[in-house]
């Protein structure tokens, strides 16, 4: 025993040694005790600490897609380190990216409206595409609901390769989800309007404005949504809110929550309800039950209407075809979230304490049945919700959003608990849990005013369970107060253990922006792009761009008396050509491929008093105008630091006075 | 003209014999045979290959050569080098690249005849494929030196680095890179292959040496 006592420290020694990160002498857990004390952290600490902390070179095993609410980008987070490892610029210039600031240009103003720039956007609710129902990690949708956009991100290189506008409507909100397949993006409006932007005054709220969700073909194969191949659904003048598709069993169903219901036009300041009193008049407002399939079928048949040139199945159409079912749900609704089978929704509403569970195969029945409570004041049958229900399950007060493991529970978040409720579903989910059915089980308090939330791929048809994020609004006296801008917070909980063990084991401070939902994705489904595939890559066509400079064929071309090219790479430490001598008022087209083969080998160029930085990915091209009507000397320069010879990568950009 | 080909091509022998002494006479050209496979497949493999280590690679970056190409992170150790002024890779053993498979096939070739040839000339016959191993690493140490020794002075970096020739095999330092070069199996291949050579001389030898002596004698007589 004692010679392999010594063995063993003679090898423990050595390995010390070996390691030069490691102090010298021996660790123990009675040092991690000493360090605990010191700082103050309990048991549950440092067992939360042992379950996130990431040390160097270990990679996340889950990565969040989470949207970025105002800054009009899309955060990518690993879990459980809930580390930021990038952003994703979208709606709104990013200068490290590049983006809008001599590239991106043409993208961004895709979401102009009327030649007015819009460079800014509220992106909400991200969705990653689906093969059958499950994330393929392929692609990203996200909406602006400030400017009803809808962007397109490729996953191979995280960039955003379209954003198209809504020529219908001002908001959305219903959007982005998409069908199981990924045949539509769903895009659900929010704040009904006239069409298009059209005048009309408040008194004509009824007839003038209206509601909508609009259907984005998705071509996979292009990466692109067709615009050519999209249509609309009008709707009653609701304001529509979350949306789902459903899935397996329910597949070619979609469905969404709306407000407003009383048609309500506020005017608090002529001593009328205000929005808040008067939307949330009604007991209920009206879950929409919209067959696409048989949408698609419509408008295939070319039964719409061109408005703004946007084909829209008008209302009548809707009701006379049987694209549209409404039921009454709770007030003030926010999620309606479909089960992993698609056999069961969720809508939580969050002026009632209870989640209320519809069963699909009871909403079938129903419209086959035509069990009808009525119809709407727009002549939409309303199915008779004792017949749709299948459940409604006490949870808590402020419940929003739900999502799901794969253990036959479901989370429910609680806006005004400050909470995540965990309880059971029933019918074919009631195995995976020892509890009985639909009821609640737990509740993990967070902090604070939780919003969205997200587990493992909680949104699937195959959750995975073991860690769910609180999206949460409020942090209060999470973090050091930044000034009276404070950061919103992303609670990680521990969802791995069954009953009422979940706790919280992360904070994450997001000080850039309001991120509404976000989905939660196996890291290895997702397979990035290290470099371009090529040097000369185009990222905006996902090609080799035939224009693009290589070396020895760098040069600066007069193409007229008004039009120089530029043709340069980059390559550590050193931009070809080195000077670029133009004329004043020249327009200068200028090209530059970054040569390198490296992986993180990015440069980037700038040109000062241009507005231009571009950041140019190992093997990327990129090519951009500009009119140089200043005479003067300019230095250029790489704004990413690539090498030890970093600052000496620069030239001379000379405009010469014409006479 | 006629006696000078029967010299060289040594003293024949009948079958009946060589049946009864399978092995003595066998054993030549069989590792003759052995040593011209292994040469014929190490033109397919790796011949070297040097592992630069340095932090901000954490997979390394490799060099490898085979007889006709170099593969691995060429343009990266290019794009390297140019800081210290040395020229790009390409440029180097040109010509041993251009010409290295058909030389190979020669030498396999001349080995071929050798195990016809019964007399000492199969040891000139032997001797390039024996020797090559040795020859492709003085040749590539000589192009390191070539390279090492030869920077451009209007480098970046030419003041802080000195002038350098990494050994061809074993470890050596070039700024914060370690290099490890270590031989490839085509190298092996090859090495394995002379030793098959000499062992097929020295059967050779041991089978034709007599008969010769036996041959010379009877002239004499």
């Known amino acids: 025993m004692r010679t392999r006592t010594g063995f063993r420290s003679v090898l423990a020694a050595g390995v010390l040694l070996a390691g030069t990160a490691s102090p010298a002498g021996a660790q123990s857990m009675r040092d991690v005790q000493q360090a ?73 103003a895709d979401g102009d409206v009327n030649g007015q720039p819009n460079r800014w956007g509220d992106t909400h609710h991200p969705a990653l595409s689906e093969t059958n129902g499950d994330y393929d990690g392929q692609f990203l949708f996200i909406n602006d609901k400030a400017n009803a956009r809808v962007a397109v991100i490729d996953l191979r290189d995280f960039e955003t390769k379209q954003i198209v506008k809504n020529p219908l409507i001002i908001n959305d909100h219903g959007g982005t989800f998409v069908t199981p397949n990924t045949e539509y993006v769903i895009e659900g409006a929010q704040y009904s309007t006239p069409w298009a932007q059209e005048y009309a005054p408040i008194h004509e709220y009824r007839e003038k404005y209206k509601g909508s969700v609009t259907m984005w073909k998705f071509d ?106 409404l039921t009454p749900e709770p007030r003030s609704p926010h999620g309606v979230d479909v089960t992993p089978k698609g056999d069961f929704l969720v809508v939580a509403g969050k002026l009632d304490p209870h989640v209320t569970v519809y069963s699909f195969a009871k909403i079938k029945d129903a419209i086959a049945n035509q069990t009808f409570s009525g119809k709407d004041d727009f002549g939409v049958p309303v199915l008779d919700f004792d017949s749709v229900v299948e459940a409604q399950v006490e949870v808590g007060l402020g419940p929003l959003h739900t999502q799901f493991g794969p253990d036959g529970y479901a989370y429910t978040s609680l806006f005004l608990d400050s909470a995540v409720a965990r309880w059971t579903l029933g019918g074919p989910y009631a195995s995976g849990h020892s509890e009985p059915d639909w009821t609640l ?133 050193h931009f070809t050509p080195e000077h670029v001598v133009v004329k004043e008022g020249d327009k200068v087209i200028w090209r530059i491929t970054n040569i390198e083969r490296a992986v993180d080998a990015t440069h980037g160029f700038c040109v000062p008093q241009f507005d231009i930085n571009l950041s140019l990915e190992p093997g990327e091209t990129a090519t951009f105008e500009f009119i140089a009507d200043e005479p003067g000397t300019y230095p250029y320069y790489c704004t990413e630091f690539c090498s030890a010879l970093h600052l000496e990568m620069m030239g001379y950009f000379l405009v010469e006075p014409r006479e | ?22 092995i003595r006479y066998g054993a030549p050209g069989f590792f003759l045979l052995v040593a011209r496979l292994l040469l014929l497949v190490s033109l397919f493999v790796p011949f070297w290959h040097m592992e630069l280590v340095a932090p901000q690679y954490p997979d390394n970056l490799h060099l490898i050569a085979y007889v006709n190409h170099l593969a691995g992170d060429v343009s990266e150790i290019d794009s390297l080098n140019h800081y210290i002024g040395m020229r790009p890779l390409g440029e180097a053993a040109q010509v041993e690249r251009s010409i290295g498979v058909y030389v190979l096939i020669g030498f396999v070739m001349l080995l071929e005849l050798a195990s016809w040839v019964h007399s000492r ?80 001389l020295y059967f050779h030898r041991r089978a034709y040496l007599p008969l010769l002596k036996a041959q010379k004698a009877q002239a004499k007589a």
Do not use: C
Not at chain 1, 221 to 240: N, T, V
Not at chain 2, 132 to 159: R, T
Not at chain 2, 172 to 194: D, E, R, Y
């Open chain 1, 36 to 108: 605990a004390e010191a700082r103050g952290l309990t048991t549950a600490d440092l067992l939360a600490a042992a379950k996130t902390f990431t040390p160097t070179g270990m990679k996340d095993e889950y990565i969040i897609f989470s949207s970025g609410g105002h800054s009009g980008q899309v955060f990518v987070i690993g879990v459980p380190s809930m580390r930021l490892l990038r952003t994703i610029a979208v709606f709104t210039p990013e200068p490290w990216q590049g983006w809008g600031y001599g590239v991106g240009e043409e993208i961004l």
């Open chain 1, 220 to 325: 996979r194969e292009k990466g692109r949504i067709d615009e050519s191949q999209s249509f609309a659904i009008e709707l009653p003048p609701y304001w529509q809110d979350l949306s789902d598709a459903g899935k397996l069993v329910s597949d070619g169903y979609m469905f969404l929550n709306s407000i407003n219901t009383e048609l309500a036009t506020g005017g608090i300041e002529n001593k009328k309800p205000p929005f808040e009193a008067g939307v949330s008049m009604n007991a209920t407002d009206y879950l929409h039950i919209i067959d696409w399939h048989k949408a698609e079928k419509v408008y295939k048949a070319g039964k719409t209407m061109e408005v703004n040139g946007f084909p829209v199945i008008p209302l009548n159409v809707v009701i006379e075809e049987g694209l549209l079912y």
């Open chain 1, 441 to 573: 089980v737990h509740k993990t308090p967070v902090h604070y005013n939780v919003g969205h939330i997200g587990a493992a791929e909680g949104d699937t048809v195959s959750p995975d369970g073991k860690y769910l994020v609180s999206y949460n609004k409020w942090s209060v006296d999470r973090f050091f107060p930044t000034g009276p801008l404070l950061p919103q917070n992303f609670q990680l909980i521990d969802i791995s253990k069954q009953g009422s063990e979940m706790p919280v084991i992360y904070d994450m401070p997001i000080g850039v922006g309001e991120p509404h939902y976000a989905q939660i994705i196996k890291a290895d489904k997702l397979d990035p792009w290290t470099v371009y595939p090529e040097i000369g890559w185009d990222p905006q066509t996902q090609a080799v761009d035939p224009w693009a400079p290589r070396p020895k064929m760098e040069r600066v071309e007069r193409k007229d008396d008004h039009t120089v090219e530029v043709y340069m790479t980059a390559v550590r430490s």
């Open chain 2, 1 to 22: 003209m006629v006696s000078l080909l029967d010299s060289i091509i040594g003293p024949r022998l009948d079958r009946a014999e060589i049946q009864q002494n399978e």
């Open chain 2, 121 to 200: 000339w199969a040891v000139l016959l032997v001797l390039p494929a024996l020797t090559f191993p040795i020859a492709f690493l003085v040749d590539l140490h000589l192009w390191m030196s070539h390279f090492g020794m030869n920077l451009d002075p209007n480098a970046p970096l030419s003041n802080s680095v000195d002038p350098f020739v990494p050994p061809v095999l074993g470890t050596g330092m070039v700024g914060q890179f370690k290099t490890i070069a270590q031989p490839g199996l085509g190298l092996i291949l090859s090495s394995i292959a002379s030793v098959f050579m000499i062992l097929a």
